[in-house]
Structures are given as C-alpha cells and as structure tokens.
C-alpha cells in the first residue's frame, strides 16, 4: 500500500530528521469496535444505510447536505466504476451485490461475510470492514475530528481518499477532516511500474547494496516529489556526478581554507571579484528559497546549488590563474550554506560544519582534524624534498614523490593534487572512490596505448582525450624526466636530461606543444565551471 510510503525529506527542521520512524502505528484487527462504532454513527447521521447485511454509504445524500461535497479531490472520478470496484477490494462484483446498492456509485461501509470467510460480529450480522472505513476510523480514534496532512501515493487519490473523507466528514458533521492532502508520484523502474509480477521489484535493501543512502536520496531530492521517479542506472548516475561535484567543491573549499593564515587573513580586500561571487550568492540563496517556497521543489533547488557551486568554481580558478588567493570568508560562507542545507535535506549525516562526512560509515570520529594537521606536515615535507629534488636533478627522489601522491597515500583515502606555484591540495576522499580513479587512469593509460593501433575506436580516442585535457600545461613535461632535468617556473623544460640547454628549434616545437595543452586546459576547466 503505497499510503505507507513516507516522505523522505522533512524542510526547516533543524534536527535533521531524514526518515523517521512513525509515532504510532495500528492493525485493524485491533480496531474493529471503533470502526463498526464508526459505521453505526454515519447511519445515525443519514448518510448510510444497511442493505442485505452490509452497510453502504449514501453518496447522493452526502453530495445533497450544504456544508458537503462528494469526491473532491478527483470530481471527475465520479461513475468510474473500474476505479471504485479495484476500491472495494471485489474485481467480480457480482449482479446481486450491486443490487444492494441505492446507485451505483455508493461504497461499501461494512460488508457481509459469506460463509467461510473471516468475519466480526456486528449488529448488522457478521461482515468485515470496507476498505475506506479502516483508515477513517483508526485515524479519527487517534488525531480526531481533523488532521493537518494526510499522505499517500497518487493513485490513492480516487476512490480511496475520496470516500475516506467523506465518510469521515459524515462521522463528524464537518468539512474539514483533512487540511491538506500530499499526493506523492509514483516510482517507476527503468521506466515500468514496479510490480511483482514484472519482477522488476527493487527494494530498498537491494538499493543501498548497489548506492548510499545520501546518493539515493540526492537521487529523490534531485526529482519533485509530486512527480513520477524512474529508478535506473541515468537516474542514479546523475546523483552520484552530483555527489562529485559538490564534494570536489567541499574539499577545495577545506583546503583553501588550511592554508596558513595570519591575521591578514581575516581582512582580505574585497575586489570586483568578491563583489560578484557576493551577488550571486544572494542570488542563488534567493532563488533557492523561491523553489522551496513553491511546493517544496526540491529539484530547483538543487539546480540552483549547482549553478551557485559552478559561479564558485570559476571564481576560485579565477584566483588561482592569477596567482591570487581566495577570498576565505566569502568562500566559507558559502560552503556553510551548502551544507546546512543539504542537511536540512537530510543528505549531510554528521556534525562537521562543511561538506560530506569523512572518514569510516558511521564512526562519529572528525578523521578530518585528527589527521590534517600530521598530512599537512607530510605534504610540506614532500613539496620541499621535491622543489630540492628538480633543482639537484634527482629523478629517484622525484619518483619516490610520484609513489606516495598516486599509490601510497591513495590506499589510505588520502589525495594529494600538485599544482605548479601553488602549494599542493591535500584532500581527504573515501578510499574506494580513490582506488576507482586509480583503475580509472590505468585504463585511460592502456586506451591511449591502444588507439596507436586503431584509431577508429572513437571512444577510446575520446577517453584518451580527456585524460589529455586535464593535464595543466605546467605539468605537461615535468613527468618526462627522461627526456629533460630543468623546467622554469611555468613548467617548461630549460635543460635536456643530460642537463645541455634545449636548443632553440626544439624550443619552438615544444612551445607549440605547451600551447596546444594550454587550450585544450583551458576548455576543460571551462567545462568543469559549467558543472559538466
Ligand atoms: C444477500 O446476500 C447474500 C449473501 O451475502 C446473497 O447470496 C444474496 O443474493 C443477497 N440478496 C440480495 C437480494 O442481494
Ligand atoms: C553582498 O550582497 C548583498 C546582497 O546584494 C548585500 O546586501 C551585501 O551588502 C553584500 N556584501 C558586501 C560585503 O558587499
Ligand atoms: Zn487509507
């Protein structure tokens, strides 16, 4: 019963609630008395009568009373017989059954048991409950003659709600028996229903063996929770770039704000740039606030957080091009902002005041500012053997830096990016997800060793590629330690590995080359502000 669906996601709630368990739950078995009380005080109030041993409810006396209105949800519901036999229960509802009935359209309240099936005793002879009658009862013995919000799946709509509230209604002489209805959409797998009969049927333990709990619910964020939501690898896949995406913001934002500061740090001069990124944060928070605002949409939202992330990207690497430093207080304000929000969302666990929680499911350890500070030695230790390394000529020593950034300190969840002239990011990311990027390069490796061979397999040239393009013009040629030993400051080689100058013809062509790099860079950072 898709009424037993809750929703995932709780706004303005600073408890952070996520899925919470129910305050009370109740069995109809347990609840017969109320209900059969239920069904006498509606035939007390005329709007039911009793009909051959069971007990229908009169929908065009209802309809008839001033203060009541039948079928208000779905109006033009009315008459669908198919919809309302699927409602009782009774696919093969036989000639003398819908005899019993003043119209066609009435619904069972109580019915009559035939032999052999399980029945109550009831001063109407022995019967059972109707399908609707249930849900009024046992809510109305619990929360009254009236409640806030009734939830439910959107085929609950007609005849279930339809008749819940009118019999309801009826019960308590009032129009108001529910303020709001929130009708959620369906959730379809690879685009079919989930059924059993499909056996496309996925459960929410098959779920989380194949993704998180905070990428499914990025998954459900990412979609209105009015509308239908296809299950599928695209649909996860989306969640997960998400994830990424926001992550990779998260930990940049951290180590921007590492790095040492003194007191000038607090005081940086807000230029045109900060003027900018200010007004799109208030922008952005605006727009955010607007989607929420209407009909919790969630979808919007999220959107407008990447549009947010994307603006902050490219003013960082703004910075970074020219030698500047971010401004931490803006990029600080922002990055708590994401985050408080994304745990309102209920897809940031954890007490950390910025990003994804690091460090081992469930252990309520900060891993982040127990390790930080011993990564941050190890990593201005390595920049200074390195820098001594390049100027000395001493390729071992470089290699050996090589092992610990892209074999060693991966098996331990820990990434080091080296940037040229700026000092080295130090990030802390999940050890499967670096382990991936590890398989992941390999592969790219052993493509663009393949496409020598065939060049027709577009695809793996297209990997090749990007593989290619993220490579900064300044790193370009510091790998090649074979071939040259000096580099100026933008990373290009001075010196051959025999440590002669590098001609000037040979200058020429390997500036062509920097360049084509430069561009080809250049559209790839493009492309990641453009949250691609
Ligand atoms: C009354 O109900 C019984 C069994 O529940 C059924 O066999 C019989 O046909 C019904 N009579 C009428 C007049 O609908
Ligand atoms: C940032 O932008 C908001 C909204 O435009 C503005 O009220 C605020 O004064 C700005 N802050 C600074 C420091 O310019
Ligand atoms: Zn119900």
């Not at 820098?387 to 060693?408: F, G, N, Y």
């Amino acid at each position: 019963n898709s009424e037993a669906i809750t929703v995932l996601i709780s706004i303005g709630s600073h408890v952070y609630p996520k899925v919470l368990p129910p305050d009370v739950l109740t069995r109809v078995s347990e609840y017969v008395p109320e209900i059969v009380d239920f069904v006498k005080k509606i035939v007390e109030n005329g709007y039911g009568y009793v009909s051959n041993g069971s007990v229908y409810f009169d929908t065009a006396k209802f309809d008839a009373g001033d203060k009541h209105s039948y079928a208000k949800l779905v109006p033009e519901a009315v008459g669908d017989q198919k919809a309302l036999h699927e409602g009782e229960g009774d696919l093969s509802i036989s000639a003398d059954r819908l005899s019993e009935k003043r119209s066609p359209i009435d619904f069972a309240l109580w019915k009559a048991s035939k032999p052999g099936e399980p029945s109550w005793d009831s001063p109407w002879g022995k019967g059972r409950p109707g399908w609707h009658i249930e849900c009024s009862a046992m809510a109305g013995s619990i929360l009254g003659e009236s409640m806030d919000i009734h939830g439910g799946g959107f085929d609950l709509r007609f005849p279930h709600h339809d008749n819940e509230l009118a019999q309801s209604e009826a019960h308590f002489e009032n129009d108001h028996w529910v303020r709001y209805f929130l009708h959620t959409g369906h959730l379809t797998i690879a685009g079919c229903k989930m059924s059993k009969s499909l056996k496309n049927f996925i459960t929410i333990k098959d779920a989380l063996a194949k993704h998180t709990a905070r990428q499914l619910r990025l998954a459900f964020l990412m979609h209105s929770w009015k509308d239908t939501l296809d299950y599928s690898s695209n649909t996860m896949e989306s969640a997960i770039q998400y994830e990424k995406f926001l992550n990779e913001f998260f930990l940049n934002v951290k180590d921007i704000l590492r790095a040492p500061t003194d007191i000038t740090g607090q005081f940086e001069r807000w230029e045109e740039a900060e003027m900018e990124l200010n007004r799109s944060f208030y922008n952005q928070k605006a727009a955010v606030h607007a989607a929420l605002r209407d009909n919790i949409d969630t979808r919007t939202a999220l959107e407008e957080l990447r549009v947010l992330v994307s603006q902050s990207n490219a003013y960082i690497a703004g910075r970074k091009n020219a030698k500047l430093a971010p401004n931490r207080m803006l990029l600080q304000s922002i990055a708590l902002y994401l985050t408080d929000l994304l745990k309102t969302f209920g897809a940031i666990e954890g007490a950390e005041p910025i990003g994804f929680p690091v460090g081992t499911n469930g252990q309520n350890v900060d891993l982040e500012s127990t390790v930080m500070p011993y990564l941050k030695v190890l990593s201005d230790f390595r920049e200074g053997v390195r820098k001594i390394a390049r100027e000395q000529k001493v390729t071992e020593v470089l290699s050996l830096c090589d092992m610990v950034r892209d074999e060693t300190l991966p098996e331990l969840g820990v990434r080091l990016e080296d940037h040229e002239g700026l000092p080295t990011v130090v990030k802390l990311v999940d050890r499967e997800t670096l382990l991936k990027e590890k398989e992941e390069k390999k592969k790219v490796r052993a493509d663009s060793s393949y496409i020598c061979q065939d060049r027709s397999a577009s695809s793996w040239h297209l990997m090749a590629k990007l593989a290619k393009m993220k490579i900064p013009p300044s790193e370009m040629f510091r790998s090649e330690t074979d071939k040259y030993s000096t580099f100026d400051e933008t990373g290009f080689p001075t010196h051959d590995a025999d440590g002669k100058e590098i001609s000037k013809g040979q200058t020429k062509k390997l500036r062509k080359l920097y360049e084509a790099q430069e561009k080809l860079y250049k559209e790839y950072l493009d492309s990641m502000q453009n949250g691609s």
